[in-house]
């Protein structure tokens, strides 16, 4: 299926490119497949860069429609992420949400309890970087179900479209993420709109990177 690259998505890649974020060349992930690029979203690592990144995710946020109560950042790096979407929501889209986050070691003493910030209370909308298997979503949401509270979906930066590890199953670990948990992930981009950037819009330096990418998307990529 074509992608429609909207403004704010290719500013996004553009973005992400310049900050040294998505990178082209060979990297080996957490499933153990050699990918021709890589998205690294901790080295989004100046205040301005945050704030930019913000007000990319408030963007898909308000785009997706989505209903919700409370943002939510697993540590360690949806902390930043989940904050800086906060601000930039309050800032730019008029909506002043609350906000938590989880301490990886439940403390001993003092507040007690592993999240801080807001309670979790009502549609919580998960903030994370990139989704490959899916390991850390799960976590997540035995959260979310141990506060009583119910997940309305998760937003990341990229949607890899690669198959989970099972060869059996045809889908992304984001649709299977979506099926199990009966919520939505949306995603700024998606590699189809990382492909059609590098094909249609970058300059030739970049271009010549879509031909990997592409073969890889054959191996490893799921249907639309
Ligand atoms: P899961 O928690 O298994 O879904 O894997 C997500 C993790 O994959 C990320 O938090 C990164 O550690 C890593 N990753 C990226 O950050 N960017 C990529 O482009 C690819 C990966 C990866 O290793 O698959």
Do not use: C, W
Not at 30 to 57: E, H, V
Not at 96 to 116: C, M, Q, S, T
Not at 156 to 172: N, T
Not at 191 to 219: F, K, Q, S, T
Request: hydrophobic share 45%; no cysteine.
């Amino acid at each position: 299926a074509a992608s429609t690259l909207q403004p704010y998505q290719q500013a996004f890649i553009e973005f992400a490119i310049e900050q040294g974020v998505l990178r082209f060349g060979e990297f080996t992930l957490k499933s153990g497949r050699t990918s021709p690029y890589f998205f690294n979203a901790g080295l989004f690592k100046s205040g301005r860069a945050l704030a930019q990144l913000g007000r990319f995710y408030a963007q898909a946020i308000a785009d997706s429609g989505l209903e919700t109560d409370v943002l939510f950042g697993p540590a360690y790096k949806g902390i930043p992420l989940a904050a800086t979407t906060a601000v930039a929501l309050a800032d730019h889209h008029d909506r002043d949400l609350p906000y938590a986050f989880n301490r990886k070691e439940a403390k001993a003493h003092g507040e007690g309890g592993n999240i801080v910030g807001a309670a979790l209370a009502g549609r919580i909308l998960i903030i994370d970087d990139v989704i490959t298997a899916g390991t850390a979503i799960r976590e997540v949401m035995g959260l979310i179900e141990a506060a009583g509270a119910e997940a309305a979906g998760v937003v990341v930066a990229l949607d890899r479209q690669e198959r989970g590890g099972d060869d059996r199953d045809p889908r992304s670990a984001i649709q299977q993420v979506e099926a199990a948990y009966g919520m939505p992930v949306v995603s700024i981009v998606t590699l189809d709109m990382v492909l059609e950037y590098l094909e249609v819009h970058a300059g030739d330096e970049l271009r010549g990177h879509a031909e990997a990418i592409r073969a890889y998307r054959d191996r490893y990529g799921v249907q639309n």
